[in-house]
Structure formats: structure tokens, C-alpha cells
């Protein structure tokens, strides 16, 4: 981790030329360092996907460069190089709504870099009062008139656009849960790193905001490659309404989404286990078709330093999960409390619980022996959903960087009331510029 902040001092002289008023070109960095560690807990048996049941510590670091130009008026162009290194918990793999949203599925204990985005946006002015646009990742210093219009196109992720929130969306910030930073039911088109290709646009005007999106899904559920010229796709759409409540902002947000690609259905698996005395397997069953769902999103002021957010998603259950995690419905809520009363006003704690589940057509499939993206015991005797309780502190140490303390509660990982439950300790570093 001494190296990735050392990564962001020799990234500082090409940032300081950054100024707060109308950027031409800019140049950031991160970096994030996150250990995780969970005591040995209680396991009946275990299969391939399994959390591991011993006492058991992993880390990730990932280094970040930004690099933004203008190219005219409006237009921004931005290419992201990223290194990642280390392995999430039992590589990533026992939990559907996993521990670390900074752990990709292709973990190594070498590092390795990857451009994971590569997109052009585009804003329109449409009128209204101008907003001033800080200095910051994928965003250069300048204005935009609060009625727009916004055009994203190339490499980026859909939730860069989608299902965002300010108090639960950023795994280097705030929570660290993938059921908690996103929707975990949203099924999101990406590779194993979170990234697609893709176009959005956005369109804002007095209180509303409407949202469209196109983007690949990956050529094999799950997978390193992306389908290229949309043969797999998914649409996404989301509506936003800003609200004040008794004088404080909030949003409200309703996302819908539909994919259309080789994706296998769980009663067919488990048909064909039946017949072949076999374990369920999916990808025998995969063909042409469309899964669709949707997604509650709401975020609310209490009061100058206490917010609090909410998310209820649910998808096809009847199919299997395509990118993101094995999960057909979830409900979020939580809290966040800045350290303003306490004199610590850059300092955050946060507290979230969430509950997911699966259809009883996941049920039958993960009985009888089938793997999931990130869950797969070989059997499932007790079905329960799947409880987690998130909370964790932020404290600013010198500008620019911040040390996190975070604890995980999860009851019945991968839905399996035969195993667990788990406490996931964790401790992340991260620095910006």
C-alpha cells in the first residue's frame, strides 16, 4: 500500500496544474488498499463455490490514473489505467452479496493493468441556473446549466450512471458490501471487473432526470470478454425525481432493466440433472432470452450531517444471474452521519442492513449441486435468506487520504442456514488526488 501512495505523490505535479474554473485537460489518481479477515464459523459441509470455513484473510489493492481533455466546448475525453492486484475472500466466492466491492472476480497475486474505461461525454446546456463542476475523476472543472442534456459513449461501467446514490455507492468511500454499494439484484452488462461497452444519455429538466442506456453484456455470464456489436445486450432505463422533505434534498429513483442473451433457466437445469443423474449445470442450458427487472432507489437528508437511503430490487428469478451476483430480490436501507457533531465534519459513519433472496426455482437448482457466479455449496438441505449488517468509520488522516474501520454481520451466506453465520472484519486505506 506504501507503493500506491506513492503512486499518488508522483501523479501530485501533474494535478496541481488542475484549477477549480474551466479545465482544459486533467490527470488524477487513487488508491485503495483493503484487508479483510473473518474467524473460522460454523459449516455443516462445503462445495466448490463455498466460503472457506477457517479463519481466513485476503487483500486487494487497485491503483488508478485518470487522464481527461477537452476537446471542445462540452466534450470531455477520459481513458482510466487501472492496477489491480490480491484476492477477495476464498476468491471471491461463498457470499452472494460479497464482502469487498473493490475485489474483482479475476483475482492474482501479481498485479496486473487493464484500461477498464475508455468513454466521450458529451453535455448540452439546455438553460436554467449553472452549476459549478469540480475538479475530480472522470469529471474536468467547468459549469453545466441545470437543464441538460448528457451523452455518454465507449468503456465504462453502467452503474457510473445507474442506481448511484450518495450514501451507498462507493466501495472506496463508504460501505464496502456489493448488496449495499448496488442493487443486487440489477444484473448489471460487465465483464469480471464491473466495465461494458456502451452508450447513455441523460436528460434533466427542472426536477426530473430520465436515464437510457445500451450496453454489451459478456460473451459467457460471468466472463472476461465482452460481446461486441450488442449480439447480448441489456437496456436500462431510470427515472429520477429530486424531492425536498421537510427542507432537505432527496431522490427518488426507479431503474428498469432487460437483457436479451444466452442465458440458462434453473427448472431446465435441474430437468436435465434429473434425467443424466448428474449435478445441475447451466451452462448446458443456456439459449436465447430476455430477463428482465427492476429497481426502488431513494436517498433523504435528516439533517445537515445525517442521510438516510433505501433500495428494494427484484429481477426474473426464474434465471440465472448473468453478470453481477446470484441474487433475485433484495431490500436495503441505512443510515450515514457525517462526524460534524463530534468536530470531525470529513469524517463518516454508516450503518446498512439487507436482506436478499432467490426464487424457488434457485432453491431446487443450487440443491441439486449447480454453481452460481459467486455461490454454490453442492447442496442447499435449509434454505434462509441471505442477512447482512454493515457499519463502518471513515476518518480523514491527512487530505486526500482516509483509513476505514468495517465490519460485516452475515447470517446464512449463499442462503444456506447449514452454514455460518459469518463476521468479515476489514480495514481499508485509500488516497486521491
Known amino acids: 500500500m506504501r507503493a500506491g501512495i506513492l503512486f499518488l505523490y508522483l501523479l501530485a505535479p501533474c494535478a496541481a496544474f488542475a484549477a477549480d474554473v474551466t479545465e482544459d485537460w486533467a490527470i488524477h489518481g487513487q488508491a485503495t488498499g483493503i484487508e479483510q479477515y473473518h474467524p473460522a464459523f460454523?459449516?455443516?459441509?462445503?462445495?466448490?463455490?463455498?466460503?472457506?470455513?477457517?479463519s481466513r484473510g485476503n487483500e486487494t489493492v487497485n491503483l488508478t490514473a485518470?487522464?481527461?481533455?477537452?476537446?471542445w466546448d462540452g466534450g470531455e475525453a477520459w481513458a482510466d489505467l487501472e492496477m489491480d492486484q490480491g484476492f477477495g475472500l476464498s476468491n471471491t466466492l461463498g457470499v452472494a452479496a460479497f464482502t469487498n466491492g473493490e475485489g474483482s472476480k479475476v483475482g492474482k497475486a501479481v498485479p496486473y493493468l487493464r484500461l477498464h474505461r475508455l468513454f466521450f461525454r458529451q453535455s448540452f446546456d439546455l438553460g436554467g441556473e449553472a452549476g459549478t463542476l469540480e475538479s475530480q475523476a472522470n469529471q474536468l472543472a467547468g459549469s453545466r446549466s441545470a437543464d441538460n442534456v448528457i451523452l455518454t459513449l465507449g468503456k465504462f461501467?453502467?452503474?457510473?450512471?445507474?442506481?448511484?446514490n450518495d450514501y451507498a455507492h462507493d466501495p472506496m468511500h463508504d460501505f464496502l458490501n456489493w448488496a449495499v454499494i448496488d442493487a443486487g439484484p440489477w444484473d448489471y452488462a460487465a465483464d469480471a471487473w464491473g466495465y461494458s461497452y456502451g452508450g447513455a444519455v441523460e436528460w434533466s429538466f427542472s426536477d426530473w432526470t430520465l436515464r437510457g442506456g445500451l450496453f454489451d453484456l459478456s460473451r459467457v455470464p460471468n466472463g472476461t470478454e465482452l460481446t461486441r456489436g450488442f449480439g447480448q445486450y441489456q437496456l436500462d432505463g431510470e427515472v429520477e425525481r429530486r424531492v425536498?422533505?421537510?427542507?432537505?434534498?432527496?431522490?427518488?429513483?426507479?431503474?428498469?432493466?432487460?437483457?436479451?442473451g444466452r442465458i440458462g433457466d434453473y427448472t431446465d437445469a435441474v430437468n436435465l440433472a434429473v434425467s443424466t443423474h448428474r449435478p445441475a449445470d447451466i451452462s448446458l442450458v443456456r439459449r436465447g432470452a430476455w430477463k428482465t427487472g427492476m429497481s426502488l432507489n431513494l436517498q433523504q437528508a435528516l439533517s445537515d450531517d445525517l442521510g438516510f437511503f433505501l433500495r428494494a430490487t427484484l429481477n426474473d428469478s426464474s434465471k440465472e444471474g448473468e453478470e453481477?451476483?446470484?441474487?433475485?430480490?433484495?431490500?436495503?436501507?441505512g443510515l450515514s452521519l457525517s462526524g460534524q457533531s463530534w468536530g470531525r465534519k470529513d469524517d463518516t459513519v454508516g450503518l446498512a442492513i439487507e436482506s436478499?433472496?432467490?426464487?424457488?426455482?434457485?432453491?431446487?437448482?443450487?440443491?441439486?449441486?449447480?454453481?452460481?457466479?459467486?455461490?454454490?455449496?453442492?447442496?442447499l438441505d435449509h434454505y434462509e435468506r441471505e442477512n447482512v449488517i454493515e457499519t463502518y468509520y471513515a476518518a480523514k488522516l491527512?487530505?486526500?487520504i482516509t483509513g476505514t474501520l468495517d465490519y460485516q454481520f452475515i447470517a446464512n451466506p449463499a442462503y444456506n442456514a447449514d452454514r455460518g453465520p459469518v463476521s468479515v472484519f476489514g480495514v481499508r486505506l485509500h488516497g486521491d488526488i
Do not use: C, E, H, Q
Open 66 to 71: 485518470y487522464a481527461g481533455w477537452r476537446p
Open 42 to 54: 460454523r459449516s455443516a459441509y462445503r462445495g466448490t463455490n463455498s466460503l472457506d470455513p477457517g
Open 324 to 333: 453481477f451476483t446470484d441474487m433475485a430480490n433484495s431490500i436495503l436501507g
Open 398 to 400: 491527512w487530505d486526500g
Open 244 to 260: 425536498t422533505l421537510f427542507g432537505r434534498s432527496g431522490k427518488i429513483k426507479l431503474l428498469g432493466f432487460a437483457s436479451r
Open 356 to 379: 436478499g433472496g432467490i426464487s424457488d426455482a434457485g432453491k431446487r437448482f443450487f440443491a441439486a449441486g449447480g454453481l452460481g457466479i459467486l455461490i454454490g455449496d453442492g447442496r
Open 157 to 164: 461501467s453502467p452503474g457510473d450512471v445507474f442506481d448511484t
